[in-house]
């Protein structure tokens, strides 16, 4: 099974932009759906972005225009790039790989990957 491992997490201001990595070890990544998840305190975890195997990616709202979701096969990572960072972008961001998914749908549903990273930590200071 697969193992994957964030970073690139920090703190920055408002408007700035991050770079979130996810490696992958243990398995073919380029097998696997791939998602970001996020999850702020006292709130439920929920789906940023997602690529499938062949590079289709998928945003939430929230996301669209200032988040790009993209893999390296070569590289077994998938990356976050993040731009024009909000406040409300404060969380901790997982990484999640899926063998099996409907992608219509499901494809920002937590309850649809199988394996998860340890998380890093995002903070926007206004």
């Known amino acids: 099974q697969v193992q994957l491992v964030e970073s690139g997490g920090g703190s920055v201001q408002a408007g700035g932009s991050l770079r979130l990595s996810c490696a992958a070890s243990?398995?073919?990544?380029?097998?696997?759906?791939m998602g970001w998840f996020r999850q702020a305190p006292g709130k439920a975890r929920e789906g940023v972005a997602a690529?499938?195997?062949?590079?289709?990616?998928g945003y939430a709202d929230s996301a669209k225009g200032r988040f790009t979701i993209s893999r390296d096969n070569a590289k077994d990572t998938l990356y976050l790039q993040m731009n024009s960072l909000r406040p409300e972008d404060t969380a901790m961001y997982y990484c999640?790989?899926?063998?099996?998914?409907?992608?219509?749908?499901?494809?920002?549903?937590?309850?649809?990957?199988?394996?998860w990273g340890q998380g890093t930590q995002v903070t926007v200071s206004s």
């Open positions: 690529i499938d195997r062949t590079g289709v990616t």
């Open positions: 999640a790989a899926a063998v099996r998914l409907t992608w219509a749908g499901y494809r920002l549903s937590p309850a649809a990957y199988n394996y």
């Open positions: 243990g398995a073919t990544f380029s097998n696997y759906y």
